[in-house]
């Protein structure tokens, strides 16, 4: 396993695109980050659907081994959304008889119940771990649904202060997270897009479930905000509404969108953390050339020190063609590459 990181290093946010001979795309589309559980976008039947699984995340690990990734997820590749596999696998969930929130769009969305006290009653995401760790030498990463979050996704029937189910769903988190590092991960990310559309109720209690979930975790640890996938959201703000408060939580790395919304980077300063700079753009079906990438890290070292950068695409690559997330990834690469041997 690969110790030690270049200058600028590069990783994944977390998701890359889902075979179509294992997802039915069309589908998965109409399901939009399905908050519950979604079996009818897989094509595999139930007793071939592990194997071809491991199939399909071993081509997701291998394409952003060729395209030159430093730091690699097993690409959520068995998840039929980045929260709802790990959501609905707690006591206390009712996610066969759902509930309906506003989502983040504005729409009502069918969310699991909370019924009882939220539990953690078995692992979830190590056997994954696991599998990802014996077929790559490079840095690991797995990214888990924050508290704060998993709370907005969810029709609460039990708790009479939402905060308090958010430090129970924070402290699942946190027994889930010290067994997969007890698994060989190597970084741990929590995705906590939620935060930005909801910053009044953030600002009451997520930072607390944030440093609650990452309790004791050793290495490194990340917490992951974005305005929502490209596929989802066509016009997005140039600003965030939550993002100075992350300095406040034990998080070490601060993950961000920045190419698609052309975020004014001054704002990076009010944070003391390791950035992952969105540097892709996924809602273009243009692929970045590499200079492009780098140019966005030029404007990115204007404000943080080289030592504190991370490039990283926007935002999971769960929903875009197959061929173009590669490419993208590729001139990622490159394009560190490039600002790598300007400034060493």
């Not at 504005?106 to 009882?116: C, F, N, S, Y």
Request: charged share 25%; glycine share 6%; hydrophobic share 45%.
């Amino acid at each position: 396993m690969a110790d030690t990181l270049p200058l600028l290093p590069t990783t994944v946010v977390g998701s890359y695109p889902q075979p179509a001979w294992l997802v039915d795309q069309e589908a998965l589309r109409q399901r939009l980050v399905p908050r519950v559980r979604a079996p009818e976008i897989w094509r595999v039947p139930e007793e071939r659907l592990h194997a071809a699984q491991d199939d399909a995340t071993l081509l997701a690990m291998r394409d952003m081994e060729r395209a030159g990734i430093d730091i690699i997820t097993d690409g959520e590749i068995r998840r039929e959304s980045y929260s709802n596999h790990f959501a609905n696998s707690l006591e206390g969930i009712d996610a066969a008889n759902p509930g309906e929130v506003i989502g983040r769009t504005g729409k009502p969305t069918l969310v699991p119940r909370v019924v009882g006290r939220v539990k953690r009653a078995h692992a979830v995401e190590v056997e994954d771990i696991r599998f990802a760790r014996a077929n790559t030498d490079r840095q690991l990463k797995i990214t888990l649904p924050g508290a704060f979050t998993m709370t907005r996704q969810a029709k609460n029937e039990f708790y009479k202060d939402e905060a308090d189910l958010a430090m129970d769903y924070a402290a699942a988190l946190n027994e889930e997270i010290l067994e997969l590092k007890a698994a060989g991960v190597d970084v741990i990310q929590l995705d906590e897009p939620w935060m930005q559309a909801f910053p009044e109720e953030a600002r009451r209690f997520a930072v607390a479930a944030i440093n609650r979930a990452l309790k004791d975790v050793p290495g490194t640890t990340i917490v992951h905000m974005c305005f929502g996938y490209a596929a989802m959201v066509d016009g997005k703000p140039s600003g965030y509404s939550f993002l100075p408060e992350l300095s406040e939580t034990i998080a070490q790395q601060v993950s961000i969108e920045a190419a698609q919304p052309n975020l004014d980077l001054g704002v990076l300063r009010e944070l003391n953390k390791t950035v992952l700079v969105g540097v892709l753009d996924l809602s273009s079906p243009e692929v970045e050339t590499p200079e492009i990438v780098a140019e966005r890290l030029r404007r990115a070292l204007k404000v943080l020190p080289a030592e504190r950068i991370v490039a990283a695409p926007d935002c999971g690559m769960k929903y875009l063609p197959r061929e173009r997330a590669f490419g993208k990834l590729k001139a990622m690469a490159e394009g560190a590459a490039i600002v790598r041997r300007e400034i060493q």
